[in-house]
Nanobody, 115 residues
Framework: VQLVESGGGLVQPGGSLRLSCAASGFTFSAYGMSWRRQAPGKERELVAYISGAGGDTNYADSVKGRFTISRDNAKNTVYLQMNSLKPEDTGVYYC?????????WGQGTQVTVSS
């Protein structure tokens, strides 16, 4: 299993970013995918989840209405569209999945929301 995130960066409050996660090494469409983040000095938290077929999604209360998770099973890629970003969204964002009894993580991509 390999997960490679991209798309992070520095953005002003109110701005937008789109994160991507390219997956390989497993049957992508059969597995739910999640985005998690870790803010400085805080534990990692679940941000959003999408089922294998993409029909089921859920979000942390803090991002509902601002973030959208989606996936393209033909490209083995999951996305996180982040709008109306706030300074408290700053952190390292990870793509994750559970496969063969363990959770797999990408290397993470840094998102910094600051003026």
């Amino acid at each position: 299993v390999q997960l490679v995130e991209s798309g992070g960066g520095l953005v002003q409050p109110g701005g937008s970013l789109r994160l991507s996660c390219a997956a390989s090494g497993f049957t992508f469409s059969a597995y739910g995918m999640s985005w998690r983040r870790q803010a400085p000095g805080k534990e990692r938290e679940l941000v959003a989840y999408i089922s294998g077929a993409g029909g089921d999604t859920n979000y942390a209360d803090s991002v509902k209405g601002r973030f959208t998770i989606s996936r393209d099973n033909a490209k083995n890629t999951v996305y996180l569209q982040m709008n109306s970003l706030k300074p408290e969204d700053t952190g390292v964002y990870y793509c994750t999945t559970t496969h063969s009894g363990r959770r797999w993580w990408g290397q993470g991509t840094q998102v910094t929301v600051s003026s």
